[in-house]
């Protein structure tokens, strides 16, 4: 029988948030004088420089209240999450200006921050409802893994976003929609555990994709088959792949 491997989101290093506000504040710096050496161009609601204060006044808040209350578990203030799920928005928001700055070359450090936030939210058990940045971030984080550690890291932070999702999101209607953050999510997370090749990591991400997503299973592993048909894949987790596809098979 093969053992399910759930990682607890606590193995998982996470980002210190005064260190977070830290990097953000160097970053910003950078930031703000490529936006005034070409003229403060206007793009969106809100200016860059608000953006740059809201987030340092949402990062100074977490590190006040991991002080107050811990690094971990829930935080009973009512805004949190919503103070949380701001903080990303407004990160993504500024993660957007980097290209038409000529700071495309920043973007990695701005995922880490997007994951960074999103993981202090799930450390104190906030819900979610903003999960397109740090979907997208980790997607970009997984296409730059080098290694299966760095692989098993994102799986970690993958299910944990996935555990922090609300309901309303996990029960959305138009989850066969290949751009929407959910249904991206849940297919990277099966795709990052066949690159781990670590079973009973691809088995728990296996089952979460045929909890929620039944009807993407048959196509998914068949693709999964045809690329196990390299040598490095082991004999293994070919087996694994080639009993997933014939479940799926005969239930379409």
């Known amino acids: 029988m093969i053992e399910i491997k759930e990682i607890k989101l606590l193995d998982v290093k996470a980002e210190a948030s005064q260190d977070l506000s830290d990097r953000f504040k160097t970053l910003a710096l950078e930031v703000l004088q490529a936006y005034e050496r070409r003229g403060a161009p206007q793009a969106g609601a809100a200016s860059l420089p608000e953006l740059i204060n809201a987030v340092e006044e949402f990062l100074n808040a977490f ?138 990591m691809m088995q728990y991400a296996f089952d979460t994709l045929g909890t929620y997503l039944p009807e993407e299973c048959q196509g998914f592993f068949a693709e999964a088959v045809r690329q196990a048909e390299h040598p490095g894949f082991s004999d293994e987790v070919r087996g694994l792949l080639l009993a997933e596809q014939a479940k799926w098979a005969m239930r379409h």
Request: hydrophobic share 45%; glycine share 4%.
């Open 63 to 200: 590190h006040k209240l991991d002080e107050e209350y811990g690094d971990a578990g829930a935080i009973l203030l009512e805004d949190t999450g919503e103070l949380a799920d701001y903080c990303i928005r407004c990160l993504a928001e500024l993660r957007n200006w980097l290209d038409r700055l000529e700071l495309a070359a920043l973007t990695p450090e701005f995922d880490k921050l997007i994951i960074g936030t999103t993981l202090w939210a799930i450390r104190h058990e906030c819900e979610v409802t903003t999960p397109e940045p740090a979907v997208n971030a980790l997607a970009h984080m997984a296409n730059d893994a080098k290694t299966r550690q760095d692989l098993a890291a994102i799986y970690g932070l993958m299910q944990g976003l996935i555990l922090a999702l609300p309901m309303l999101i996990k029960s959305d209607l138009e989850k066969s929609n290949p751009n929407r953050p959910w249904r991206i999510l849940l297919v990277n997370f099966a795709i990052i555990a066949v690159r781990t090749q670590d079973v009973p």
